[in-house]
C-alpha cells in the first residue's frame, strides 16, 4: 500500500513561472492537506481539501494560490505568477475521513520549491 | 486549539529512554494530543495520540497526567534515527477544526551515540 506521493520532489522554477504541485493521497484515502514549510520556520495549514471540494482554505494567501482535487486524479496545488518568497517545503498529507474521533494523518515526502 | 510549550532542545544517549516532555495547559476537554515527529527534509511522521489514557504503540508511548495540562512523550530505546524534531499538538478531533494541524517549533532531539 504505497504512501502519500508527492511529485516532483524538486522543483525550479524562474519568477513569473506557474508551479504545479501534485499530491496522490494514500488508496482509500478522500481527504487531502497542504502545508508549507518556510525556510528555518515551522509547518503551517494552507488548505483542507475533500474530493471536488475546498473544505478550508483559511491558510491559502489570497493570491495566486489554488488548490483542487478532482474526482479523478491527484490534488494539484497551484502556484501563479511564483516569486521568490515562495520558495518553500510544500507537503501533503492525506486520512481516510473526516477526523471524528482523532487520527493521525499520512505526510507525503513533500515537494521543494525553489524560485530563482 | 490549545497552545502548547515544548523544550528547543533535548539530548539522548543511544539505547537510552527518550522522555520528551509537553505543557498543554489550556486544554480543553474535547481535545486531543497529538505527537508528530521531523526527519531532516521528510515529511512529518505521525507517532501517537491520546486523549487521557496513557497510549503505547510500537513506535512510542504517551504519558497524559491526570489533570490533562502536561503530557510526556517516551521512546523507550532512542537510536540515532530517532533523531528528529518532535511537535505536541493539541487539537479537536472533528468539528470545523478538523484537518488543520497547527505545528509549533517542536523539540530539537538529538540522539548521541
Known amino acids: 500500500n504505497a504512501g502519500v506521493m508527492q511529485n516532483p520532489r524538486h522543483l525550479v522554477r524562474r519568477r513569473g513561472q506557474e508551479a504545479r504541485l501534485r499530491c496522490s493521497p494514500m488508496?482509500?484515502?478522500?481527504?487531502v492537506y497542504w502545508y508549507r514549510q518556510l525556510p528555518e520556520e515551522g509547518l503551517k495549514f494552507m488548505v483542507y481539501?475533500?474530493?471536488?471540494?475546498?473544505?478550508?482554505e483559511s491558510g491559502m494567501p489570497k493570491e495566486r494560490f489554488s488548490a483542487e482535487f478532482p474526482k479523478e486524479g491527484p490534488s494539484i496545488l497551484r502556484i501563479q505568477q511564483v516569486v521568490r518568497g515562495d520558495s518553500a517545503a510544500y507537503f501533503c498529507?492525506?486520512?481516510?475521513?473526516?477526523?471524528?474521533?482523532?487520527?493521525?494523518?499520512?505526510f507525503g515526502s513533500g515537494t521543494r520549491l525553489t524560485v530563482v | 486549539d490549545a497552545k502548547t510549550t515544548q523544550p528547543p532542545s533535548m539530548d539522548c544517549a543511544e539505547g537510552r529512554a527518550a522522555n520528551l516532555p509537553c505543557n498543554h495547559s489550556?486544554?480543553?476537554?474535547?481535545?486531543?494530543v497529538y505527537w508528530y515527529r521531523q526527519i531532516h527534509s521528510q515529511g512529518p511522521q505521525y507517532i501517537i495520540h491520546?486523549?487521557?489514557n496513557n497510549e503505547t504503540n510500537e513506535m512510542a508511548s504517551l504519558i497524559i497526567t491526570e489533570d490533562r495540562k502536561s503530557s510526556t512523550l517516551i521512546l523507550p530505546h532512542a537510536t540515532l534515527r530517532d533523531t528528529a524534531v518532535y511537535y505536541c499538538?493539541?487539537?479537536?478531533?472533528?468539528?470545523?477544526?478538523?484537518?488543520?494541524?497547527?505545528f509549533g517549533q517542536g523539540t530539537i532531539l538529538t540522539v548521541h551515540p
Open positions: 498529507a492525506s486520512s481516510p475521513r473526516r477526523d471524528r474521533e482523532g487520527y493521525g494523518y499520512t
Open positions: 488508496k482509500g484515502h478522500s481527504h
Open positions: 481539501l475533500q474530493k471536488e471540494n475546498i473544505i478550508d
Open positions: 489550556t486544554i480543553s476537554g474535547n481535545e486531543y
Open positions: 491520546g486523549l487521557k
Open positions: 499538538i493539541v487539537r479537536v478531533a472533528g468539528g470545523t477544526s478538523y484537518g488543520k494541524l497547527t
